[in-house]
T-cell receptor, first 114, second 114 residues
Framework: QQQVKQSPQSLIVQKGGISIINCAYE??????FPWYQQFPGKGPALLIA?????SEKKEGRFTISFNKSAKQFSLHIMDSQPGDSATYFC?????????????FGKGTHLIIQP | DGGITQSPKYLFRKEGQNVTLSCEQN?????MYWYRQDPGQGLRLIYY???????QKGDIAEGYSVSREKKESFPLTVTSAQKNPTAFYLC?????????????FGQGTRLTVV
């Protein structure tokens, strides 16, 4: 059972454009929604995270939009740069304070063309 | 520097062999996790541990075993019972509390069956 569905699987965006990646979840017990960035051969690193008590969180060029009623959240990368080319994973964590790990989407391979 | 160290970076296993992947953290985190990453599959949870001498099965624990004899260490053994062990293995750790916090990942071990 796939509890976090991520789309698209791959995405090509021109430099300076907006990259948008979407995720949907099923389990209403999730209360933590992070996005991770992974470069080839490296471990994922936290990019930005949101909790369900807010609908949007912005950090620099990265914004998470969260729709609790639709059980969806998305990552927007403004002014996309070639250095943003990476694989992005959305994830969801339960209300156990991190005790039982995160459930990840399948990832989006993002390419920013110069 | 604080962080998570995984070793080796590359590992080759012959059919029928058990191999052990090392994971050490100096972040003083209580929780540690092992994930498996396959192309297009995201990260899937193998085992997790909240305290020393205790661990729980994740979604794909069959063919794997772990131990947690020290807070800093959480080695993963890939046994001969794991029929398709070729993958990228990621270890992570996090603080345990009432809410989820960032999970920090190591740089991964790429295991190949030869």
């Amino acid at each position: 059972q796939q509890q976090v569905k991520q789309s698209p699987q791959s995405l090509i965006v021109q430099k300076g454009g907006i990259s948008i990646i979407n995720c949907a979840y099923e389990n209403t017990a999730f209360d933590y929604f992070p996005w991770y960035q992974q470069f080839p051969g490296k471990g994922p690193a936290l990019l930005i995270a949101i909790r369900p008590d807010v609908s949007e969180k912005k950090e620099g060029r990265f914004t998470i939009s969260f729709n609790k009623s639709a059980k969806q959240f998305s990552l927007h990368i403004m002014d996309s740069q070639p250095g943003d080319s990476a694989t992005y994973f959305c994830a969801a964590g339960g209300s156990g304070g991190g005790a039982d790990g995160l459930t990840f989407g399948k990832g989006t391979h993002l390419i920013i063309q110069p | 520097d604080g962080g998570i160290t995984q070793s080796p970076k590359y590992l080759f296993r012959k059919e029928g062999q058990n191999v052990t992947l090392s994971c050490e953290q100096n972040l003083n985190h209580d929780a540690m996790y092992w994930y498996r990453q396959d192309p297009g599959q995201g990260l899937r949870l193998i085992y997790y541990s909240q305290i020393v001498n205790d661990f729980q099965k994740g979604d794909i624990a069959e063919g794997y075993s772990v131990s947690r004899e020290k807070k800093e260490s959480f080695p993963l053994t890939v046994t001969s019972a794991q029929k398709n062990p070729t993958a990228f293995y990621l270890c992570a750790s996090s603080i345990l509390g009432t809410v989820n916090t960032e999970a920090f990942f190591g740089q991964g071990t790429r295991l190949t069956v030869v």
